[in-house]
């Protein structure tokens, strides 16, 4: 029974690993955690902790697409990505400061596992190699464009790394890498593809913890409240899971951050087949940086869900036609002129596509 309690009581996220800074290298830590939009809204990095070698293909309703191919050691995952989170977070320090930056950044190991809450230990310059390679060798193919442009050859999210020098027992110390120009150009883009994250991230001990922290950041901005269908979240996420057994872990882990509040920033609730992501309370006080659409002063006029009748398959207009419309202007970040115009024509399309409910 105490063994129960215990692990019932138990914090979710991983321990503080580096709770008091370094005197001497405490910038690192105050470049604040930023993430490339792209990466947050679709599933580019795997959520399996073992080697994930099955090629992937995503594509959503506005024609955005990608295809992952994996390496050797298996497809880029969620961890991974933290290596990228760091090299753009010291980028846009710079940037703010009024520095020049380059694709090739150099960097100490040891500051990158600290500053990511990552083990310092042997084990964790083993993992932050094999990161190295997964991110290096993992190809990448799509049409979803970075800082205005749009890539259609395949690359890789960092085009190269290289070990600097080494200390006397072999640990990497000094790393260079060379991110590829399609992670550079969002940087370039002055900031408008590039979103502030919270320190906690690191902490979050499972991928889908960390997906639906990315997903709830991209989405809500500063709107009180987004949701998605279930089965919509499982594609969104790249969970390779059964809907059925996803369904058992996103339950889990909701119930387990509205005891623990551990996810930062965000509340989620699983009612019937929608989760629903809201904004806690000072959130928008603590990030201003979010490109976000009134998308809550959107008022269509009664006539036009008479019209909407018509033409809905069968869906559940309110609860769920009236949501995934404005998910696509989120996505497409546009507020059209005609509004009633706009969603009459996006449900023609969406019944005509998918068939009746």
């Given at each position: 029974m105490t063994t129960e309690i215990n692990k019932t009581e138990r914090d979710p996220r991983l321990p503080q690993r580096h709770p008091q800074r370094?005197?001497?290298?405490?910038?690192?830590?105050?470049?604040?955690?930023?993430?490339?939009?792209?990466?947050?809204?679709?599933?580019?990095?795997?959520?399996?902790?073992?080697?994930?070698?099955?090629?992937?293909?995503?594509?959503?309703?506005?024609?955005?697409?990608?295809?992952?191919?994996?390496?050797?050691?298996?497809?880029?995952?969620?961890?991974?990505?933290?290596i990228l989170i760091y090299c753009i977070s010291q980028c846009m320090s710079a940037l703010n400061e009024g520095r020049e930056v380059h694709r090739t950044l150099q960097f100490s190991a040891h500051d990158l596992l600290k500053a990511t809450n990552r083990d310092t230990s042997d084990k964790g310059y083993i993992g932050f190699a094999s990161a190295l390679e997964r991110l290096?060798?993992?190809?990448?193919?799509?049409?979803?464009?970075?800082?205005?442009?749009?890539?259609?050859?395949?690359?890789?999210?960092?085009?190269?790394?290289?070990?600097?020098?080494?200390?006397?027992?072999?640990?990497?110390?000094?790393?260079?890498?060379?991110?590829?120009?399609?992670?550079?150009?969002?940087?370039?883009?002055?900031?408008?593809?590039i979103l502030t994250i919270s320190r906690d991230y690191?902490?979050?001990?499972?991928p889908l913890e960390r997906r639906l922290y990315e997903l709830a950041r991209k989405c809500c901005g500063q709107n009180k409240k987004w949701h998605f269908r279930v089965k919509t979240l499982h594609e969104r996420t790249g969970s390779t899971s059964t809907l059925k057994?996803?369904?058992?872990?996103?339950?889990?882990?909701i119930e387990t951050n509205t005891k623990h509040q551990h996810i930062p920033d965000y509340t989620f609730e699983l009612k019937n087949d929608l989760v629903i992501m809201r904004p806690r309370s000072g959130f928008t006080d603590?990030?201003?940086?979010?490109?976000?659409?009134?998308?809550?002063?959107?008022?269509?006029?009664?006539?036009t869900y008479e019209v909407i009748r018509k033409y809905s398959g069968g869906y559940d207009v309110h609860g769920f036609l009236v949501p995934e419309w404005k998910e696509m202007l989120a996505i497409k970040k546009s507020i059209p002129t005609n509004p009633d115009g706009s969603f009459i024509a996006y449900v023609k399309w969406y019944v005509g596509k998918h068939g009746a409910a």
């Open positions: 370094d005197f001497f290298v405490c910038d690192i830590f105050d470049a604040v955690p930023k993430s490339d939009i792209a990466s947050m809204e679709h599933p580019l990095f795997t959520l399996s902790t073992k080697p994930d070698m099955n090629p992937r293909h995503y594509s959503n309703k506005n024609g955005d697409w990608v295809e992952l191919n994996p390496s050797y050691l298996g497809l880029a995952t969620v961890f991974d990505r933290d290096r060798s993992t190809s990448i193919k799509t049409n979803i464009k970075m800082g205005g442009e749009e890539v259609l050859s395949g690359f890789g999210f960092i085009d190269k790394y290289e070990v600097v020098r080494e200390t006397r027992d072999g640990r990497m110390q000094g790393v260079e890498i060379t991110l590829s120009d399609w992670i550079f150009s969002a940087i370039n883009a002055k900031g408008k593809d690191f902490r979050l001990r499972k057994e996803f369904r058992r872990m996103l339950k889990n882990i603590v990030y201003d940086d979010t490109p976000t659409l009134s998308l809550d002063s959107i008022q269509l006029r009664p006539s």
